[in-house]
DNA sequence: TTGTAGGCGTTATCAA
DNA sequence: TTGATAACGCCTACAA
């Protein structure tokens, strides 16, 4: 049989309510009392039931995180670095994962909210925010991870994803390549648009013109990486380098090159956004842009522990976080030196 | 404001009980009061508190899942097994990471026992079991993940670590390979004890003497499994081949075999414990034992899902469902053909 | 310093 | 079919 409250009270011959403040940790109680009660609890196990204790308190110590698929790369990364800072404040976790629907982020939306999670972190699909909206409304705390939606009036915690991309571009091209392939995300979330005007302007910047026909849609899974680079792979006038918007899409990529003995970076050269443990074991080693994913799960964790705290005071507030992606030059885009065969 | 069942109860002219019969979906009301308190809940946008709920009924709905990294290939995987049909089956799960450190699970164990979790999965880190044997004592329905222990009155679903070892080494031998070290992860648990006397066995059965000196011992992470085969390399007598226990200490090997360009595998053979996505990228391919980890989780969480439904009739009992892992034979150990250069 | 008692939102028993 | 009402275990005025 579990110990509640009253047998620790019974068993010392105090009320309940002394038993609890001891316990609990406040008001007053003379230390002889208190002496008591924590050898009595301590010697019958006693435990308090958090559930008993959200119901009083409102407050659950717990919180939600929803991603889309905690088997990328980045996510895994992502939620260890939330999981590390909630721990250390005795917050939980609760983990879902999406899988970039709709109605399964808002079914795991209501769940959450009935179980009455503190806070939550969550990496919006995108499509059909209303229900995250009307949460924030609520007074739900929220941190949104990686994805930007400019109308939550809430706190988001990302790369700049447009600098990153233009940064991967421009590198291709200065290494001489002119027919730049892009493999896209799903379209509609702003990250990949960011990615995707990141790449344009740098084009752009250097006078080269954006070709369409360059430009694949993806859905940020592996599948999609590879057929799309299939696609390049059989064009007749075929890019030279391509980037790809993620990691999972860049596994695809690769595994498609691997299939038809592409040379990289000689007939191909290729540079993903994301920068997995295994982007260096690669050979040539993948050039990559490399996102502090695990911080951006520390920070996301700390600042919605202070609106945790102080929730109530003040209205939820549309802020940025951005941090800074970084070019990991390796060797899957060709050298400095090399010159690039030109179609025209 | 939120929305309570007194509320719903009230706008609707009825009595609490009522409206929680309908709700709950219990009981008998007439189809006009039902209809009527179903559309005065939906009108209001009453929604149940699942905390008030679970102090009632005593069930949660939750589960805790405790491995020792979410970080790594294995266990991302078994983790989205788990949340897959947990999810199917509304149930939710805290996620927690040990890194093997027997206090920070002790931690986590009680945490969740407070929390009235239904059920439990873990990947126990094996020092120290008496906390979490005495949950499993006290009605705590529990499966173990990846490692077994045979003391523990529960559910183990693991992999035949023993034949997936052992396999793995006799094709090296079959490779032409005499002398093969191999990288352990942390001893004392009782999976890697399997994997290495999977080792010892197939070179016993093919008449290769045993020799200390060609085991390490590492504890399952990235950086330990570097500085082995660096020892490996700086051996005068150095390995033909490598067997390496697990993913991360597989990556750190590679690591340090690019760091040494040293040609895979004329001059060093390595196949590695777990086969993460990014295995077949590499140049060459690299071999390894495919683990179905997603599967593992899909189970452990089947099984626990069903011990939750008959808790309390029978004792929990010590039970055992083991997997077959797969040799994934690619280019990393060398050809059929090839000639091992012997050094006596 | 201590104890009494009400309440958090449900569920569930027992009469009506 | 309905409605009071007592729990579940804890916290917390408020009174003693």
């Known amino acids: 049989m579990r110990k509640t409250l009253r047998d ?26 208190r002496r008591k009660v924590l050898k009595e609890a301590k010697s019958i196990g006693y435990q308090p039931d958090i ?15 929803i991603i889309s698929d905690i088997t990328t790369f980045f996510f895994t990364s992502v939620v260890r670095g ?19 629907d709709a109605d399964k982020e808002n079914s795991y939306l209501k769940e959450l909210y009935q179980r009455k999670i ?36 809430t706190t988001e915690v990302a790369v700049d994803n447009e600098t990153g991309a233009w940064e991967a571009v421009k590198h291709l091209i200065s290494l001489g390549h002119r027919r730049i392939g892009i493999v896209n995300g799903l379209s509609g979330i702003r990250t990949n648009e960011e990615r995707f005007s990141g790449y344009k302007r740098a084009l752009a910047e250097q006078g080269i013109p954006f070709d369409p026909g360059l430009v694949k849609y993806g859905d940020f899974r592996m599948e999609k990486g590879r057929q799309a680079t299939q696609e390049f792979l059989n064009m007749r006038d075929r890019p030279t380098a391509m980037f790809v918007a993620n990691e999972p899409m860049t596994t695809g990529a690769l595994l498609a090159l691997g299939e038809n003995k592409t040379k990289i970076p000689e007939e191909m050269a290729i540079l993903g956004f994301d920068d997995p443990v295994w982007a260096p074991l690669l050979n040539p080693p993948l050039t990559t842009v490399r996102q ?32 800074k992606p970084k070019l990991m030059i390796r060797e899957s885009c060709g050298e400095e030196t090399s010159t690039r065969r030109t179609t025209d």
Chains 1, 2 share one sequence.
């Open 8 to 33: 620790v009270a019974e068993k010392t011959g105090v009320s309940i309510a002394v038993a609890s403040r001891v316990l609990g940790n406040y008001g007053s109680v003379s230390s002889e009392t």
């Open 51 to 65: 559930i008993a204790r959200s119901m009083k308190t409102r407050r659950t110590h717990s919180l939600g995180v």
């Open 82 to 100: 939330i999981e590390d800072v909630t721990s250390q404040n005795s917050y939980n976790v609760t983990l879902c994962n999406s899988d970039e």
């Open 118 to 153: 503190d806070g939550l972190i969550i990496s919006p699909t995108g499509e059909n925010n209303s229900y995250l909206k009307k949460l924030i409304r609520a007074g739900l705390p929220v941190v949104l991870v990686d994805r930007r939606v400019s109308e939550l009036q």
């Open 292 to 323: 502090p994913s695990y911080s951006i799960g520390t920070i996301a964790a700390q600042v919605l522990l202070q609106k945790i705290r102080k929730v109530g005071r003040g209205r939820s507030l549309h802020e940025e976080i951005v941090l």
